[in-house]
Nanobody, 122 residues
Framework: VQLQASGGGLVQAGGSLRLSCAAS????????MGWYRQAPGKEREFVAA????????YYADSVKGRFTISRDNAKNTVYLQMNSLKPEDTAVYYC????????????????WGQGTQVTVSS
């Protein structure tokens, strides 16, 4: 599975962005998907995850209520809608795929995208 993240950019605090992660291959619907982010000088951290069916979603406390993860298996794409953005959301955002159950543990993911930069100005 190859993953291509897009949709990042520069936005003012309080604004919104929607990230997309397009996956290659015909088995996308078998994979749970996750979003992670990494700010300069910090470790990669979990943001959100979604089950293969889309029925179950998981969020980091820091984004709960502001971010929404969703997927369209017909389009082989997972999304991250980010609202009420804060400067502390500034990071490179990565999508990841796991053949199995959605998890918050980054080392369990099988495939990673290249990342897309999100910058939130105050």
């Amino acid at each position: 599975v190859q993953l291509q993240a897009s949709g990042g950019g520069l936005v003012q605090a309080g604004g919104s962005l929607r990230l997309s992660c397009a996956a290659s291959g015909r088995t996308f619907s078998s994979y749970a998907m996750g979003w992670y982010r990494q700010a300069p000088g910090k470790e990669r951290e979990f943001v959100a995850a979604i089950s293969w069916s889309g029925d179950s979603t998981y969020y980091a406390d820091s984004v709960k209520g502001r971010f929404t993860i969703s997927r369209d298996n017909a389009k082989n794409t997972v999304y991250l809608q980010m609202n009420s953005l804060k400067p502390e959301d500034t990071a490179v955002y990565y999508c990841a795929a796991i053949l199995g159950i959605a998890t918050m543990e980054p080392y369990e993911y099988d495939y990673w995208g290249q990342g897309t930069q999100v910058t939130v100005s105050s």
